[in-house]
């Protein structure tokens, strides 16, 4: 128990490591035309669980199907328990920041032209998984600030529909949509 602690402990302070150098040289996207045509929402499932939600951007992006991509986060999660949402956590870090999970894996092997961050907490995998997805825009709250998002929102977490609504009138702005 105690060797698994400093193991974890190590694992963190790797993790911070990479963190720095991936926000020092961001990941590039090839995608270079205009509009929005594939989202992916990384969700903070301890604080908002209607992950659900998520799926309204296929309809009022106008989105083909299968164009919304999410995954979520938890503190903690029982591999055993169904959840609607694919999930990763913190047991899910390894060496050098990898994210040793296959769901988070799939999920970064994509590239997407909007990335949702929804979370509002300083997390290191909710942030790792954030520099390491391939977008063209990220999206996200305020309390995060400017190192993982393009465009920034203050609005309520739990108030999807405020967030909606702002996100497709900054995106009609930027001539995304």
């Not at 929005?36 to 309204?56: A, P, Y």
């Amino acid at each position: 128990m105690f060797l698994k602690g400093i193991k974890d402990k190590f694992k963190r302070k790797s993790g911070r490591k990479i963190l720095k150098q991936l926000v020092a040289t961001p990941i590039a996207v090839t995608r270079e035309s205009k509009g929005i045509r594939s989202v992916g929402c990384i969700v903070d499932l301890d604080k908002f669980e209607k992950s659900e939600v998520f799926f309204q951007f296929q309809e009022e992006l106008s989105l083909h199907p299968n164009a919304v991509k999410i995954i979520g986060y938890k503190r903690f999660y029982d591999k055993n328990s169904p959840y609607a949402t694919p999930v990763f956590s913190d047991k899910d870090l390894g060496w050098n920041g990898d994210i040793e999970n296959s769901y988070a894996l799939e999920f970064l092997g994509r590239e997407y032209d909007l990335l949702v961050n929804y979370y509002n907490e300083d997390s290191l995998l909710l942030n790792l998984m954030s520099v390491k997805t391939k977008a063209r825009l990220k999206v996200g709250f305020k309390e995060v600030g400017p190192t993982y998002n393009d465009l920034m929102l203050d609005t309520p977490l739990k108030d999807f529909q405020i967030f909606k609504k702002e996100l497709k009138k900054y995106l009609g702005i930027f001539k995304e949509i």
